[in-house]
């Protein structure tokens, strides 16, 4: 199965005449999709990575509506090929990193940590107003896709979320209790409306009147707007219980009254049993949906010191991959696995200094180092 994602809107309204260049791009794509096709890969699609739904203002229907005829002309020339959609890619990396942390676009927030919030915004409402609509945006892409097209072209569609399983860090209740609200607040404030209709009653209740209600017709449209529910799993953390204190500033983050952190890693560390226990967890708590894992794998520091031969040896690669595998054999729902990536690549944060790709990526060449030099002015004219 091969994951083409799409970002953005970068197509016009389904409406609207296709400017030549873009059509250049439909083009294109519908020949690659035929090539796999006659490779006989299965093929997924994703409609966006990045770009999502704006947090407020009066371009919230509008930019909806775009996001429907956008995904429209995706599935109206890539349906005879494409069998499995994906909407939206990682919601919660949206409302959270670019709307309470602030570090991702549009980098708004209003509780400075590491980054100074120099955008502005409000990182007591915008993050939920901006998931409010990102689900709109899903659910309205699903309802068109299922009453236009999916009979005739016989594919399916989803939404795809982070998947990171919480253990408590103690045995007490509270802590327990503190990282059943992080998994609530960070992969249930996507799956429950979905699948219940609703937002996770723990949301409900610390964030109160801060968090968007759906209206009855909302309900309707985005409860069981899925056929698979796709998950990106690389690690597990710990969370522990925060008592609220006073003067602590409102925010997404804060409303958790949790703290949560990775083992011995900056970003991501290796834990197989964690895929395992977010699956049964998604069993139990969303009624078994279909489930695929469509990011999974383990990052190394890339070092161009080593010789060719010895970056190409990557054992450990292959020991994650088996290990994660093997937790999918539970009884659990899975109905596909994608491994990240195939190729080393660009990572949102990182650059090129880490790697995730079965196939090294070698972006160092005489002239990359010649023009770096000559656009910083360091040669001489």
């Known amino acids: 199965m091969v994951r083409l994602i799409w970002q953005g809107w970068q197509l016009q309204s389904a409406g609207s005449p296709i400017p030549s260049c873009e059509l250049c791009h439909v083009v294109h794509a519908k020949a690659w999709a035929t090539c796999l096709l006659e490779r006989r890969a299965q093929r997924e699609a994703g409609f966006t990575e990045q770009r999502k739904p704006p ?15 956008y995904s429209e002309l995706c599935i109206k020339f890539f349906g005879d090929r494409v069998k499995n959609w994906i909407t939206i890619n990682e919601p919660l990396i949206t409302a959270k990193f670019g709307y309470d942390i602030g570090v991702d676009p549009p980098a708004k927030c209003s509780v400075q940590t590491a980054y100074p919030c120099s955008v502005g915004g409000n990182s007591a409402t915008e993050p939920y107003i901006v998931a409010h609509n990102i689900l709109l945006a899903h659910a309205a892409a699903v309802k068109l896709y299922r009453d236009k097209f999916q009979r005739k ?76 529910i796709s998950i990106n799993y690389y690690t597990s953390r710990y969370g522990k219980n925060e008592p609220a204190s006073p003067g602590i500033p409102i925010s997404y983050r804060n409303d958790q009254l949790a703290s ?51 970056a190409l040896k990557d054992p450990h690669r292959i020991q994650c991959i088996l290990q994660h595998l093997y937790q999918i054999k539970s009884g659990v ?22 790697r995730f790709g079965f196939i090294i990526s070698i972006t160092k060449t005489i002239s990359s180092a010649f023009l770096k030099c000559q656009l910083s002015g360091s040669l001489n004219s």
């Open 333 to 354: 729902n899975v109905r596909g696995y994608f491994h990240w990536a195939l190729f080393d690549d660009l990572e949102w944060g990182d650059d090129y200094t880490t």
């Open 260 to 310: 949560s952190w990775i083992k011995r890693s900056k970003f991501l560390y290796s834990y197989p049993q964690g895929l395992q226990k977010l699956l049964e967890f998604i069993k139990k708590e969303y009624r078994d949906p279909n489930i695929y894992i469509t990011e999974n794998g383990i990052t190394e520091k890339r070092d161009d010191k080593l010789r060719l031969d010895e």
């Open 153 to 228: 072209q016989g594919g399916q569609i989803g939404i795809s979320l982070v998947g990171q399983y919480v253990e408590p860090y103690s045995d007490s209740a509270e802590d327990k209790a503190a990282a059943n609200r992080i998994l609530d607040f960070e992969l249930g404030w996507h799956v429950e409306p979905l699948v219940y209709g609703a937002n996770p009653r723990s949301m409900r209740q610390l964030v109160k009147t801060r968090l968007p209600n759906f209206t009855e017709k909302e309900m309707m449209m985005v409860k069981r707007s899925f056929d698979f």
């Open 55 to 69: 947090a407020h203002g009066s371009g919230r229907i509008t930019c909806r509506n775009d996001f429907n005829d």
